[in-house]
Structures are given as structure tokens and as C-alpha cells.
């Protein structure tokens, strides 16, 4: 029952959300159609109401609530710091309309006036935060009153954070009236505390080791009517995150330790989709007049192709400008003994093989553009961990290190913003790929696309 009164409340607040951000929309139009002639150096030709503009309240309401929900903003407690919720709000905010750009760039819609955008950021986050500080407020109203009675059954000898964690979030309307130990709980006491205790809801929250007595006071509980909730800490797990979902109608628990298939990762999709043809299309001269100097240069391939590891492993062909000699590949064996990385990848400063427009390519990080392609078939991200060559890939003898091949390979990541000429060991290569794997949002996607162009223009590009 209280699980299905979050539900409702949850979905009664995705809808508020989706209001608040149509009104937060609304809002700008009007401000914007009010703004003096010149203000902030805007210029306002045509400023009058379209009611085409309407057209746009349902995705943007829609896009809010999915956001916050994949987010987790409505699993925020309520006596969450109001500085975290402000900028969850922002987050919601400028997500939404990256999207809703996207979408009116793919659709050649150009009515809307671009100062509504800049408009909207702000009144959006400040109409989803004044909607949570009155949902906190509705619920520091009612946490005076009488909250069902919720009983513990654990097999954790220290002490659990059910209290503290019950107290973050008082919408739930519970009370952690006792807790019990596993071991001490035999089926009478167990059936005499629901009855003392007037309990409404049991949690068991055990190891794979106590499934035997679990199972009979689930049954115990059965018989007395007392809902009873079974937590998916069965197993010690380190990294992955446990999701409970149906498969052909079988209840299953699924162990996660990358991105899950949200909205967030749809809208990677889409930005890395219509980011590479933008990209490609405003590159094609650039890469045309590359491609001619790469050949007049040594008469060699202008492409350098070359199979790489993708997702999970898979191989595909990724492209570059060539920026070595004709045979760099097989000249290789030659300059391992001066090989700067630990492990299976290859690197060495002032590389013989690099030819004169290569070093120019390299450092402009020029030779990339050609990956462009690769994003644009799905087997490349913008962003997301360097692909390495299928030999390199296999001389790999930790399994934790393979993990960076749980996402797709990028063009950029976190390791090539933060200096990557300064990591000279895989080991500390792979602890930056995992760590942009553990903390991944579509944010963090933004964050290091926006650090990757000062990183080019300074010509940080490889050695």
C-alpha cells in the first residue's frame, strides 16, 4: 500500500512538473513578446503571438517529467538541500530544450524566436523548484500525523540505515515501529510482533543465506494480511545496481553496472546522430582539402583503416586521416622497446612514422574528423571511451579493465580532456574510462564536448 500511494503521488507530481514547465514556456513567450525593441541587444522583429507555438507545450511537458523521473528527482527526500534540487531543476530545464532544439533542427522548424530560449532555462528551473518547496511544504504539514507501523526483519548484525533513510523521506507516511533479527525470529514471535506492533508493512532485508526462514514468515505474513517487501541485497555486489523487472512473465532481478537504456541514453543517441551529420556537413570542405594534402603529400591512402574494439568487444572499422607513413603498421615491431605505456596500448613521443602533415593533423586533432562516420553508423559515440585496435584489446588480462567495453567507443572522453599526453600508464587510462562509466549522464556527455574545443583549439591534440 505505501508503495502504491508513492506511485500515485509520484505520477500526480510528473504531471505538475509537465504543467509547470508548459507554464514556464507560456511565460517566456509572453515575456518575450513584451520585451522592448533592443533590450540585451535583442532584436525583435515580429514578436507577436503564433499559435503555432503551442504545438510545443506537450513535448515539453512530457520531456520534464521523463527527465526527472531518469534523473531521480522524485526520489529525492524531502529535507534535500534546496541547492541539489535547484540545480536538478536547471539540469531538467536545459536538457529539455537541447531537445526540443534537436528536434526543431531535424524538422526545419525556425518560427520560434531564439531569445525564448534563453528565457525559458531560468523561469522552467524556478517554476520545478517553487513546485517542489510547495510539495515539501505539504509534507512537513502532514508528518505530525499518525504513520503506519513498519517492522525490520534483517540478518545484518551492525546497525542498518533503515531509520535515518525513513526519516529523509517522510511522504512515505512510515514508521519503523521494531526491527528484528533473522536469527531470533521464529514463526511465533515473528506473527506475535505484527500483532503487538499493529504492523501494516514487513521489509526483509537479507542475504541469499536466509531464504529458507524468510519463506516462512512471508507465509506467516500472508496469513495475517500484512503486506511484505523482499530488498535485493541478496548478493555483496561492488559496482553493478539491481533493478527489479518481468521477462516472459518471470519476475527477474537484473545486476547492472552501466548506463541504463533511459531517456538519457535515447537522447545520446539522437545528439550523437544529428551532432556527427551537423558536424560532417560543416566539415566537408575542410576534410576535401585534407584529403588532397594527405595525397599529394606521399601519394599513400588518405584513410587510415583500421579494426577496433566496439561495444562489448565487437570489432568494426574505424577511420582516420593517416597521419604515419604507408607502413607504420609494420615498422611497429621495430619501436617497441621505446613503448611510454604500461600494458597493451602502444605510444611513443616524437613517433618516426608520423609524417609532416600528420604531426599537423595530430595536434590540430584533424585526423579524427573521418570518425565522424563512424558515429553517424551507431558504431561510435561523440563521446565514450577510446576504441582500441582488436590486438590490443586482446592482450587486455584484468576482466575489470575490459568493463570499458560496456558503452560505446567515443571519439572524445574524460581522459583526453584531462591531459591525456600526461597518462603514461593503461592503468590509470582505464580508472578515467570506469570512472566516466560510473558517473555517466548526458551532462557529463555536454561537459566534455564543451571541454573538447578549447582542448583543440590549443592544440592538446596526441603527441
Known amino acids: 500500500m505505501p508503495f502504491a500511494k508513492h506511485k500515485i503521488r509520484r505520477g500526480i507530481l510528473q504531471l505538475s512538473d509537465g504543467l509547470a514547465a508548459g507554464l514556464a514556456f507560456l511565460t517566456a513567450l509572453f515575456v518575450r513578446i513584451h520585451l522592448p525593441q533592443g533590450f540585451f541587444f535583442l532584436q525583435l522583429h515580429d514578436a507577436g503571438f503564433n ?17 526527472h523521473t531518469k534523473i531521480g528527482f522524485y526520489h529525492l527526500g524531502s529535507n534535500q538541500r534546496r541547492g541539489e534540487v535547484l540545480n536538478l531543476c536547471i539540469q531538467t530545464s536545459t536538457f529539455v530544450l537541447v531537445i526540443v532544439v534537436i528536434g526543431m533542427f531535424i524538422g526545419n522548424i525556425n518560427f520560434l524566436a531564439r531569445s525564448v530560449f534563453l528565457i525559458f532555462i531560468p523561469l522552467c528551473a524556478l517554476f520545478l523548484f517553487l513546485r517542489h518547496e510547495l510539495f515539501r511544504q505539504f509534507i512537513a504539514k502532514r508528518a505530525t500525523r499518525q504513520r503506519q507501523n513498519l517492522l525490520l ?62 519463506a516462512q514468515l512471508i507465509r506467516a505474513a500472508e496469513d495475517e494480511g500484512v503486506e511484505a517487501w523482499l530488498t535485493t541485497n541478496l548478493f555483496d555486489t561492488r559496482i553493478a545496481q539491481v533493478k527489479v523487472d518481468y521477462f516472459l512473465n518471470h519476475p527477474v532481478l537484473i545486476f547492472r553496472s552501466t548506463p541504463d537504456g533511459s531517456l538519457q541514453i535515447f537522447a545520446k543517441g539522437i545528439i550523437d546522430r544529428a551532432g556527427s551529420f551537423l558536424l560532417l556537413a560543416l566539415c566537408a570542405i575542410p576534410m576535401l582539402i585534407i584529403s588532397v594534402l594527405i595525397k599529394l603529400s606521399d601519394r599513400g591512402p588518405v584513410l587510415f583503416n583500421q579494426k577496433r574494439s566496439g561495444l562489448h568487444g565487437r570489432p568494426f572499422m574505424m577511420r582516420k586521416f593517416r597521419s604515419m607513413v604507408a607502413n607504420a603498421e609494420q615498422l611497429k615491431t621495430e619501436l617497441n622497446h621505446r613503448n611510454e605505456m604500461s600494458g597493451p596500448v602502444f605510444k611513443i613521443t616524437n613517433d618516426p612514422r608520423i609524417t609532416k602533415i600528420g604531426q599537423f593533423l595530430r595536434k590540430t586533432s ?46 572524445t572522453c574524460l581522459w583526453q580532456v584531462t591531459g591525456r599526453n600526461e597518462v603514461n600508464t593503461f592503468e590509470d587510462w582505464v580508472k578515467l574510462d570506469l570512472e566516466y562509466i560510473d558517473n555517466w549522464t548526458i551532462w557529463l556527455d555536454i561537459k566534455i564536448l564543451l571541454k573538447t574545443i578549447p582542448a583543440v583549439l590549443r592544440f592538446h591534440g596526441a603527441k
Open 51 to 67: 499559435v503555432n507555438y503551442l504545438w510545443f507545450l506537450m513535448p515539453i511537458a512530457l520531456l520534464t517529467a521523463f527527465t
Open 153 to 214: 526483519v534483517s540478518d545484518r548484525r551492525s546497525q542498518t540505515n533503515w531509520r535515518t533513510e525513513l526519516g529523509e523521506h517522510p511522504e512515505f507516511d512510515l514508521n519503523l515501529a521494531h526491527e528484528l533479527q533473522i536469527a531470533d525470529a521464529d514463526s511465533d514471535h515473528f506473527v506475535r510482533t505484527l500483532h503487538d506492533e499493529a504492523i501494516h508493512l514487513v521489509i526483509f532485508d537479507i542475504r541469499h543465506t536466509s531464504f529458507e526462514k524468510v
Open 366 to 411: 584533424l585526423d579524427e574528423l573521418p570518425q565522424l562516420l563512424n558515429v553517424l553508423k551507431g558504431e561510435m559515440s561523440l563521446v565514450g571511451p577510446r576504441p582500441l585496435p582488436v590486438y590490443e584489446t586482446l592482450a587486455i588480462s584484468e576482466n575489470a579493465q575490459r568493463r570499458r567495453l560496456s558503452v560505446k567507443p567515443g571519439i
